[in-house]
């Protein structure tokens, strides 16, 4: 195997892996803060300047405390409860394309760990994962609570993937590929697939926040009703883990709504820009709009109360699922009717930069009246 | 029906229609107003750093005053222990030797006199039963402590210090007191 490579993938591996637990951990400062300014406090300002070094205290706090584990737990599977939600959290940020790519010394080096030609079906399908981390502890725990949280968290999770799947569908039949890179790479400048699928983003959006169990669909956690759902009988660093995870769920769910419907790294004038100064700047605009729907998750949470589990599964089978299969189907036949039905080019590849067809301009005339059609 | 309270108000239980059922409007509404939150003032009070100044009328730790001369103004007479509704005032009564004019203002005082801080409830009915102005609240906290038995406050720590007077005239001038 190629050293070259396999030190570059190892390097970023480790960047990213840093950044996202550093992003989770000051995600919970500016949880905080956000809550706080919301209602009219301050929020915490006592560790360190305007409170920055919280994160570092709490974080200590929990490694110090006792490392409890119930009596009638079922140890192996305690254990392996927050093991499984902070890897299926960590390991999403694999095939997220973080930025257009690097040269460093003569390489190209690629700003995505794996480029897997199913990238969207990877984090699908890993978020599906997920579910068995809440699931095996609240189970584990053998706690009435912390059982209804589970139940509850997987029938929520399983009911949301389906909308969120669907939305999924009709942005792949958009870019007619599976992979996030080639997604990202289509939405050059501005773009981007939320002007030609609000509803599909939307749609994604609620399920998005329905997946990292966050207020208004927080019903496995429940602080009120469920003593904190799954987590009751966790302490110390285990109950820090899924906490963690969490917010590396809300990290990586932001990145993911970045790259599908917000253009990833792209931003209007970037053709002004080449090479690493393109790449860096990618980056950072990718950053930023991760930390905008961070933010505005946080927002979410701390406007709108808790759903009841009715109105969830009434939300979720009887208004998202019908929009999301609606929008889908209607967008595949302005698709088809515009492209014909067995076009190999689908509506977004002509918008890459990346193809080099003499065809181009022919194409993209038609993509021009696509995008007309659609817009009407 | 006329309502008693003239409060009453008919709330509307209609079927919501479908744009209100997708929650969408009242969720925009609500975060603008959350939003708009985010720029108002703070209503936090920086607790070490930045202190809210007592209403005069609070009602903390006792003292017993001094006059000018520095003499006890309490007699003893148990009026306060008497009026005390949570029975939190015990005192031991002696009468002055010659000599002792300097110390203490009336012929007769007090050779202990306690206050059960646990059992005070700081209603200030000693205060207005003492006709020698001899006991007052203070704006001053009782402080914590872990042993019920330091809660019990003798006269060393409830008798005003001659270097360290303190100050009564707020209380002096605040309820009943103010309007004579």
């Not at chain 1, 389906?162 to 939305?167: D, E, F, I, R, T």
């Not at chain 1, 689908?346 to 990346?354: L, R």
Request: charged share 20%; with cysteine.
């Amino acid at each position: 195997m190629d050293t070259g490579l396999l030190l570059e993938k190892t390097i970023l591996v480790l960047i990213v892996f840093a950044v996202t637990l550093f992003a989770a951990a000051y995600q919970t400062y500016m949880e905080r803060k956000v809550a706080a300014w919301m209602q009219d406090r301050v929020g915490p300002d006592r560790a360190g300047p305007f409170g920055i070094l919280q994160p570092i205290a709490d974080a200590g706090k929990l490694f110090f405390k006792e490392d409890f584990i119930p009596a009638n737990a079922d140890k192996w599977l305690f254990i392996m409860g927050p093991g499984i939600a902070m890897f299926t959290a960590a390991i999403t940020g694999a095939v997220i394309p973080w930025g257009p790519p690097l040269e460093i010394m003569g390489r190209t080096v690629s700003l995505q760990i794996a480029d897997i030609n199913i990238g969207v079906l990877f984090v699908m399908g890993i978020a599906s994962i997920g579910v068995y981390g809440i699931m095996i502890g609240g189970w584990a725990s053998n706690n009435k609570f912390s059982l209804f949280s589970a139940i509850r968290a997987s029938s929520q999770m399983i009911s949301y993937e389906l909308a969120m799947g669907v939305s999924v569908i009709t942005v792949v039949l958009m870019s007619g590929s599976l992979s996030l890179n080639e997604i990202v790479a289509q939405q050059h400048g501005m773009n981007w697939n939320v002007w030609y699928q609000p509803l599909c983003f939307l749609v994604f959006f609620i399920c998005s926040v329905a997946e990292c169990n966050r207020a208004p669909f927080d019903m496995a956690e429940c602080e009120s009703e469920l003593i904190g759902g799954y987590h009751t009988e966790y302490g110390s660093m285990k109950m820090g883990f899924y906490l963690f995870a969490e917010y590396v769920n809300l990290f990586v769910s932001s990145a993911i709504i970045a790259a599908l419907f917000f253009g990833g790294y792209n931003f209007p004038g970037m053709d002004n820009f080449s090479g690493n100064t393109l790449a860096i700047i990618g980056t950072l605009v990718f950053l930023f709009k991760i930390l905008f729907f961070i933010f505005v998750f946080m927002w979410i949470r701390w406007t709108l109360p808790r759903f009841r589990y009715d109105q969830l599964m009434h939300l979720g089978w009887k208004k998202l699922i019908p929009i999301s299969l609606i929008n889908l189907v209607i967008s595949a036949l302005v698709i088809a009717f515009s492209y014909g039905w067995f076009n190999s080019k689908p509506a977004n590849a002509v918008k890459s930069s990346e193809v080099e067809d003499v065809a181009v301009v022919s194409v993209a005339q038609q993509d021009n009246s696509f995008k007309t059609n659609f817009n009407n | 029906m006329e309502s008693l309270s003239n409060r009453r108000k008919v709330v509307s239980n209609k079927k919501m229609s479908f744009v209100e059922s997708l929650y969408l409007p009242a969720v925009v509404s609500g975060m603008w107003i959350t939003f708009k939150h985010i720029f108002k003032k703070r209503t936090t009070i920086k607790y070490p750093e930045e202190q809210r100044p007592f209403a005069p009328v609070y009602r903390g730790m006792h003292v017993l005053k001094r006059d000018e001369q520095g003499r006890e103004n309490c007699t003893a007479c148990g009026l306060c222990a008497v009026a005390c509704p949570a029975e939190a005032i015990t005192m031991v009564a002696a009468e002055r030797e010659v000599g002792q004019e300097n110390l203490y203002r009336e012929e007769k005082y007090a050779e202990t006199y306690e206050i059960n801080m646990l059992r005070c409830i700081f209603c200030g009915l000693c205060e207005e039963a003492c006709p020698k102005e001899a006991i007052f609240l203070t704006d001053r906290i009782v402080p914590t402590n872990f042993d019920r038995d330091d809660f019990v406050y003798g006269k060393d720590r409830l008798v005003e210090t001659l270097d360290h007077r303190i100050d009564v005239t707020n209380r002096q001038h605040t309820g009943k007191r103010g309007t004579k």
